[in-house]
């Protein structure tokens, strides 16, 4: 397959499997159900938290998690007190526990308060003008500071990533893609504006470097952030504004194709 073969392949699935037919069996379903900006962030947040495992059981945890925060999850973050984090008792999804959400609760409360949205929670830990660059140190001071908030416990580390310890951070860059990306297609939220969908980086899982490696995009066997980085720069030059709608092309070649 030529370049421009491999370009026009990838662009017509990504077309493909970029329409809101597949939002319903997906995290993304969640907030999608809100209009209110902090009811999105929050909800979107914790949906690419949870976002591992069997779709319906993720689903069906989000509704869960969604409905211990009264379906407000905005409103509940930024207003709640110790007594209301009663209300996650019991909850698990697969390792991310009840303790855990206790403590989501408290540090996004912790960060929305301190800068107002998540968008500038996030932004605080890049300068601008870094390009593609800043992501990376981006997460990596979102995930500190999100330990650094009150009340979290050392065990939810591992549920918010960060790519300096060599973590492909799949669902961190996946919440980019959700906030970041325009909502002309009806799927990504296009919520943020603080950033270009020309510097995100690839959602690496599975199915997306699989199907990278196979279609000679991704040469790194790891899925670590040398692979984001790799993939991604692979990316950028069949889309080098838009590069990780192509996520939309491998994701679904991988996932639904079998490819």
Known sequence: MTQGELKDFLW????????????????????????????VEVSAFLAATLAWGNRVSILKSLDKLMECMDHAP?????????????????????????EDARGFMRALRGLMRTHGSL???????????????????????FHRAFMAQTGVAPRTK???????????????????????RPSTRGVDLGLWSSFKPQDLHIPLDVHTSNVGRKLGLLTRKANDWRAVDELTASLR???????????FALFGLGAMEGF
């Open 158 to 180: 591992k549920h918010v990533a960060n790519p300096d310890a060599g973590s492909a951070a799949k669902r961190l860059n996946m919440f980019l893609r959700w906030m970041v």
């Open 74 to 98: 905005g409103q509940f973050v930024l207003e709640h007190e110790e007594a209301d984090l009663k209300a996650f008792d019991g909850f698990v999804h697969r390792t991310f526990q009840a």
């Open 12 to 39: 017509e699935k990504a077309s493909q499997y970029e329409v809101p037919d597949f939002i319903p069996h997906d995290p993304l379903s969640v907030p999608h159900r809100f209009s209110r900006r902090e009811d």
């Open 237 to 247: 030059e069949i889309d080098p504004q838009d590069p990780v709608r192509l996520d």
């Open 119 to 141: 968008e500038a929670a996030f932004q605080e830990h890049t300068p601008g003008g870094e390009g593609p660059a800043g992501i990376k140190p981006m997460l990596a001071g």
